[in-house]
């Protein structure tokens, strides 16, 4: 039997890949630009969370991806707050 415990760090990647799926479907539909903040955002705590849970099921793969996504998402949040700072 699986704890409440043991389920969060699924639960908790699942809930990152729901936001990065999001994040996705909104820029496809036109409704978020990435040049905007919550493009960066959203795909920085969706990563986090997949890489958090992937912690406790280990797979070196998935880990790379979630942590240069984590990279580029920070550099998104940057460049962005650089460009609000020169204005």
Do not use: H, K
């Not at 994040?23 to 539909?29: I, N, P």
């Not at 099921?57 to 880990?63: G, M």
């Amino acid at each position: 039997m699986t704890s409440v415990v043991d389920a969060l760090p699924d639960a908790l990647g699942l809930a990152g890949v729901v936001c990065i799926l999001l994040v996705y479907f909104l820029t496809q539909s036109g409704r978020l630009a990435p040049e905007q903040l919550a493009y960066s955002l959203g795909n920085l705590l969706g990563s986090s969370l997949i890489l958090f849970s992937l912690f406790f099921d280990w797979n070196l793969a998935s880990v790379v991806v979630e942590a240069a996504w984590v990279a580029i998402s920070l550099y998104g949040v940057a460049r962005y707050l650089r460009r609000r700072r020169r204005r």
